[in-house]
């Protein structure tokens, strides 16, 4: 019998954007209630804390996308994801922005940075990706990103949301969701270029899929502890 050809660019790419965007956390509950100002002040911070340690994990699994690329020209291009989240100096970036957020809503810098106070499960989730960024191939890595489709509109309307629900939040403090909407478009375009040239047979087109699914379900189970520890718990309500 012989191997099932490989599915045509267009085919490839609406089946990404459909298994990446049925699954995406913008439906999970912690980000409705979110967008609907039904967070609690300490819910959102808890949120924010949170979200913090898988800022943190970004650039980890980005330098081992690199080291895994035996092309300058490739290394080149995604090393500017680290200098985005790491900043080229100290202060700026998005790790950066994200402490400013912390800020914003009230919480310590240092306890934020620190990470001690996430969530065991939250640890746990996020250091699942830097795993699966370890251990598949580079396609696949590159494919697990592809999550950043879906970020710009995701990251538009909490900007809306925040300003409406959560006006003890200076605006300035949300420069980390409004330098995501035009980096992610990006960022999103030149991965799934990667992705289609290089996920040249049937298998590795299911693989590059399987790795985007993984980092969807990353996602949500990150939002599934958040929830059950401050949203659903009696403490909560």
Same mark, same amino acid.
């Given at each position: 019998?012989?191997?099932?050809?490989?599915?045509?660019?267009?085919?490839?790419?609406?089946?990404?954007?459909?298994?990446?965007? !049925?699954?995406?956390?913008?439906?999970?509950?912690?980000?409705?209630?979110?967008?609907?100002?039904?967070?609690?002040?300490?819910?959102?911070?808890?949120?924010?804390?949170?979200?913090?340690?898988?800022?943190?994990?970004?650039?980890?699994?980005?330098?081992?996308?690199?080291?895994?690329?035996?092309?300058?020209?490739?290394?080149?291009?995604?090393?500017?994801?680290?200098?985005?989240?790491?900043?080229?100096?100290?202060?700026?970036?998005?790790?950066?922005?994200?402490?400013?957020?912390?800020?914003?809503?009230?919480?310590?810098?240092?306890?934020?940075?620190?990470?001690?106070?996430?969530?065991?499960?939250?640890?746990?989730?996020?250091?699942?990706?830097?795993?699966?960024?370890?251990?598949?191939?580079?396609?696949?890595?590159?494919?697990?990103?592809?999550?950043?489709?879906?970020?710009?509109?995701?990251?538009?309307?909490?900007?809306?949301?925040?300003?409406?629900?959560?006006?003890?939040?200076?605006?300035?403090?949300?420069?980390?969701?409004?330098?995501?909407?035009?980096?992610?478009?990006?960022? !999103?375009?030149?991965?799934?270029?990667?992705?289609?040239?290089?996920?040249?047979?049937?298998?590795?087109?299911?693989?590059?899929?399987?790795?985007?699914?993984?980092?969807?379900?990353?996602?949500?189970?990150?939002?599934?502890?958040?929830?059950?520890?401050?949203?659903?718990?009696?403490?909560?309500?």
């Amino acid at each position: 019998m012989s191997e099932r050809a490989p599915l045509a660019r267009e085919e490839f790419v609406e089946w990404l954007r459909r298994e990446g965007a !049925s699954r995406y956390h913008d439906r999970h509950r912690v980000h409705v209630l979110m967008h609907e100002g039904k967070l609690t002040r300490e819910q959102l911070q808890q949120w924010v804390l949170n979200r913090y340690y898988y800022q943190t994990r970004i650039p980890i699994k980005d330098a081992l996308i690199l080291a895994k690329s035996e092309d300058p020209a490739f290394r080149r291009a995604w090393i500017r994801r680290i200098h985005d989240h790491d900043g080229e100096t100290a202060g700026e970036g998005g790790l950066a922005l994200w402490l400013r957020l912390a800020e914003g809503v009230g919480l310590s810098r240092t306890e934020v940075e620190s990470t001690a106070s996430v969530l065991p499960g939250v640890k746990f989730a996020c250091d699942a990706y830097v795993t699966l960024v370890r251990e598949r191939s580079l396609v696949e890595a590159v494919a697990s990103s592809l999550t950043e489709f879906f970020a710009p509109d995701l990251m538009s309307r909490r900007i809306l949301a925040w300003e409406k629900h959560y006006p003890w939040v200076n605006a300035e403090m949300l420069a980390y969701f409004r330098a995501r909407v035009p980096r992610a478009r990006v960022d !999103s375009a030149e991965a799934i270029e990667f992705v289609v040239a290089h996920a040249t047979s049937y298998e590795l087109q299911e693989r590059c899929v399987a790795a985007l699914i993984r980092k969807t379900e990353i996602l949500w189970h990150l939002l599934d502890c958040v929830e059950a520890a401050y949203v659903r718990s009696p403490e909560a309500t």
